[in-house]
């Protein structure tokens, strides 16, 4: 029932800021929502997670301290903020839907994935 739309990406030169948002048809208050990335030729990773709640966050290391997570369920909307970026995040990033964010990291209990929003850094 859930279907979720990302939006934001774009091209930014190192050290630059992006917002990422993943908007929601449905009730996204009931889900976790993970932030994931796939860069051509290479696995997809998960970057980030927010609980249901948004009590919690979870973020892989290589991002710790440089992008922060957020949900606004009144607007029905998750959002990613990037900072100091490096080429090295460039990528397609996803949003999707869980129960919990336990295994956020691989994203094998996650659904209801949107389409991508394409994010380049490079100067």
């Known amino acids: 029932q859930l279907q979720l739309v990302e939006s934001g990406g774009g091209l930014v030169q190192p050290g630059g800021s992006l917002r990422l948002s993943c908007a929601a048809s449905g009730f996204m208050e009931r889900y976790a929502i993970g932030w994931f990335r796939q860069a051509p030729g290479k696995e997809r990773e998960g970057v980030s997670c927010i609980t249901s709640s948004g009590g919690h966050t979870n973020y892989v290391g290589s991002v710790k301290g440089r992008f922060i997570v957020s949900r606004d369920n009144a607007k029905n909307t998750v959002y990613l903020q990037m900072n100091s970026l490096k080429p090295e995040d460039t990528g397609v990033y996803y949003c999707?839907?869980?129960?919990?964010?336990?295994?956020?990291?691989?994203?094998?209990?996650?659904?209801?994935w949107g389409q991508g929003t394409q994010v380049t850094v490079s100067s």
């Open positions: 999707a839907a869980a129960v919990y964010c336990l295994d956020y990291v691989s994203g094998g209990s996650f659904g209801s």
